[in-house]
């Protein structure tokens, strides 16, 4: 069901049961992040391996020292900049969270989300919410209540309305070591940012398949149909068909290309959509996931794209695209 009465979910979190939220960055599923009953039904709904960790979330900084054991100095004042907001810390977890959340880490990820439902929600519980995106894993993560209720309305009781995701990709992680911040998933809050407000030169370690660092896994955010993250130098197009270097040739109509701020010469308008016509990345970023569900139901064999700039939050939208397209 899906609906904008925070009571009722209130009630469902409260009897341990799972519910979606909606947030800045994507939606969420969400669940007591106290209660391992809880926590299983994430996982099952989701069909998520448990060596992929979650994200908490609560609707402030300090409060989060209910559930980790320090907080840096250097978090305090991010977070007087960017909290609420689409930025993730890496914290020291209390026992009070159950192992299933961090898969057996010693942190947990926190996040404040900037959503007044979301924060009034958590606001009115005695517990956070652990959330991960609420789709099933590997697919592309939601960014409306319809898309939610697209692929795991039959899998949960209630879906909060929040609207539309403003942000529309996921929120970046951080962690802290003597002072000095890490970016271990790119994300709505971009390194330039991070960097202009620290003064420090900001390093991302950003892994594929190393679960003790951010459980990114190296095919992930995708549609069903193939993929492809080309360069400009790897397709010839005329008239009547393109070739994508190494992997072969379709006909015009049988592609679908995801562009940024240009249409494609030869293939039909109505199997390409631009993320961002006036060349604002963070239109783009809104638009991704959204765009990639609609090229995903066209009738087109494969999809293509060559990515977009990589700054601010580009460079988070071409993670998703790389992490999405088709490995062989
Ligand atoms: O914007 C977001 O962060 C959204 C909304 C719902 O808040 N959530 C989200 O969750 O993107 P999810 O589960 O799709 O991605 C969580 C990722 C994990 O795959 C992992 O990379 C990282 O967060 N993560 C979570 N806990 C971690 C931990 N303890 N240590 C390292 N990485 C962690
Ligand atoms: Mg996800």
């Known amino acids: 069901m899906i609906t904008q009465n925070i009571q009722n979910a209130i009630q469902l979190l409260e009897k341990d049961e799972i519910v979606a939220i909606p947030t800045e960055t994507v939606y969420g599923l969400a669940g007591n992040a106290y209660s391992e009953i809880a926590i299983r039904k994430i996982f099952e709904a989701k069909n998520r391996p448990n060596y992929d960790p979650l994200i908490?979330?609560?609707?402030?900084?300090?409060?989060?020292?209910?559930?980790?054991?320090?907080?840096?100095?250097?978090?305090?004042e991010l977070a007087k900049i960017f909290s609420p907001g689409a930025l993730t810390f890496l914290l020291p977890k209390k026992n009070i969270i159950?192992?299933?959340?961090?898969?057996?880490?010693?942190?947990?990820?926190?996040?404040?989300?900037?959503?007044?439902?979301?924060?009034?929600?958590?606001?009115?519980?005695d517990?956070?919410?652990?959330?991960?995106?609420?789709?099933?894993?590997?697919?592309?993560?939601?960014?409306?209540?319809?898309?939610?209720e697209n692929q795991l309305g039959n899998k949960i009781p209630l879906?909060?309305?929040?609207?539309?995701?403003?942000?529309?990709?996921?929120?970046?992680i951080i962690g802290e070591k003597n002072g000095q911040i890490t970016i271990f998933r790119?994300?709505?809050?971009?390194?330039?940012?991070?960097?202009?407000?620290?003064?420090?030169?900001?390093?991302?370690?950003?892994?594929?398949?190393?679960?003790?660092?951010?459980?990114?896994?190296?095919?992930?955010?995708?549609?069903?149909?193939?993929?492809?993250?080309?360069?400009k130098n790897e397709i010839n197009i005329n008239l009547t068909e393109i070739e994508i270097k190494n992997v072969g040739f379709f006909l015009?109509?049988?592609?679908?290309f995801l562009g940024f701020d240009e249409y494609m010469e030869h293939i039909p308008k109505e199997n390409q959509i631009l993320l961002a016509e006036n060349g604002d990345i963070k239109l783009a970023a809104q638009k991704l996931f959204g765009s990639m569900r609609?090229?995903?139901?066209?009738?087109?064999k494969i999809i293509f794209t060559f990515g977009v700039p990589s700054h601010h939050v580009g460079m988070a939208i071409n993670d998703r695209l790389q992490r999405a397209s088709f490995k062989s």
């Open 294 to 300: 609609e090229l995903d139901l066209k009738n087109i």
């Open 159 to 172: 879906i909060l309305d929040g609207g539309a995701c403003e942000i529309g990709i996921e929120s970046t």
């Open 127 to 148: 517990f956070p919410l652990a959330a991960p995106s609420a789709n099933p894993f590997g697919y592309i993560s939601p960014t409306t209540a319809q898309h939610v």
């Open 186 to 231: 790119h994300g709505g809050i971009s390194k330039e940012d991070l960097e202009a407000w620290t003064g420090q030169t900001i390093h991302s370690q950003i892994s594929s398949s190393n679960p003790t660092s951010p459980g990114q896994l190296e095919s992930h955010y995708a549609p069903k149909k193939k993929l492809y993250l080309l360069k």
């Open 56 to 76: 908490v979330h609560t609707y402030s900084l300090e409060n989060a020292k209910d559930f980790v054991s320090s907080i840096p100095t250097i978090f305090y």
């Open 98 to 125: 159950p192992d299933i959340v961090t898969s057996n880490l010693k942190n947990v990820a926190v996040r404040i989300p900037n959503h007044l439902l979301t924060l009034s929600l958590l606001q009115k519980l």
């Open 252 to 256: 015009i109509d049988e592609v679908g």
